[in-house]
């Protein structure tokens, strides 16, 4: 029986595939911080965007609203 796939493993195993588990963890950790800040500028340009479309003053020129 295979043991329980983790997220990451995926990517790990393509990468590192004789790598120690040792390796393989602290590898794991880095590969989620990674994650965890592209998920953190996605979010913040999302947010960005949002404000900028709801704004009234786009460019310095106003915008007309219905």
Do not use: C, H
């Amino acid at each position: 029986m295979e043991p329980t796939r983790r997220p990451g493993d995926f990517i790990l195993d393509r990468y590192m595939p004789d790598a120690p588990p040792k390796e393989r963890e602290a590898a794991r950790r880095r590969l989620y911080d990674f994650v965890g800040t592209l998920l953190r500028i996605a979010i913040r340009q999302e947010n960005e965007r949002r404000t900028l479309e709801d704004s009234s003053d786009v460019d310095g020129r106003r915008r007309m609203t219905g």
